[in-house]
């Protein structure tokens, strides 16, 4: 058995399906169950590698600029102070990335999200459609429903 039969993103456990956004190119995006921090998106590196080093350095480059696509996206629909850009994977070894877009009306803006305590907010289906159809429309992706893997 691979470290790949072990992963969650590579077995389809997690993320949840019906919170894609679209796929970037190397990565797809997904709104966060959590939206405490509204508009939280994670993206998903589309092959299993579990280090920013097992990419190419064209790779790297093209995950960043997906990175940087989704933050200048969530500036245009929230009024962000900051935002915030993480890649950890000790729970999750696959590389992802954390693209949190931190709020002037964000409780605790000095700690990171990991550290602010509160409730996890789900959002109902008609409030994660049309986040969903917020973040898709900023980033120039076609509006349509995501697909079924």
Known sequence: MSE???CKI???AWPPPDHWIGDLGLTMAYLFEDQFFSGW????LQDHRTELFQLTRNERELVIEDVNRVGE???KIFDVRKINSELLGNQVPHIH???IP???TDPDPLQPVWCVAHEPVRLTDILLSERILQLR???GLSSASPRVS
């Open 102 to 104: 931190r709020l002037r």
């Open 10 to 12: 590579c077995e389809k």
């Open 97 to 99: 990335w954390h693209v």
């Open 4 to 6: 790949r039969d072990f």
């Open 137 to 139: 429309l900023a980033l």
């Open 73 to 75: 996206a969530m500036t």
């Open 41 to 44: 998106t994670v993206l998903i």
